[in-house]
């Protein structure tokens, strides 16, 4: 089993900055090796949205393409963690995020379905 706990979020106003972590525990790197990690993000009511993900091994990135130059996703793999960078937020980016990590090989990156392990989420809050 593999465990993710997210951290940093909080409340921030517009145009302002926020990492997000997440660490992931557990059969990391045994049985259920984990090969893609990626982040979410929710909003009470609607389908959780893909936002950006990374394969391990060969530390290529993807990121929505709405979110391209404000967004941005690195891992520290020897710590078994993958942050989430997030600078001029918006209001709309207003959200609960969450940590997934896969033992397969991710196919459509954005796709909840494609990732085994989820953390608990964390919310992240952009107001004035």
């Known amino acids: 089993q593999v465990h993710l706990v997210e951290s940093g979020g909080g409340s921030v106003q517009p145009g302002g900055s926020l990492r997000l972590s997440c660490v992931a525990s557990?059969?990391?790197?045994?049985?259920?090796?984990?090969?893609?990690m990626g982040w979410f993000r929710q909003v009470s009511g609607k389908e959780r949205e893909g936002i950006a993900a990374?394969?391990?091994?060969?530390?290529?990135?993807y990121l929505a393409t709405s979110l391209k130059g404000r967004f941005a996703i690195s891992q520290d793999n020897s710590q078994n963690m993958v942050y989430l960078h997030m600078n001029n937020l918006e209001s709309e980016d207003t959200a609960t995020y969450y940590c997934?990590?896969?033992?397969?090989?991710?196919?459509?990156?954005?796709?909840?379905?494609?990732?085994?392990?989820w953390g608990q989420g964390t919310q992240v809050t952009v107001t004035s």
């Open positions: 997934a990590a896969a033992k397969r090989w991710v196919y459509s990156w954005w796709a909840p379905d494609e990732f085994d392990y």
């Open positions: 557990g059969s990391v790197r045994s049985g259920s090796q984990i090969i893609w």
């Open positions: 990374i394969d391990i091994g060969r530390d290529y990135k």
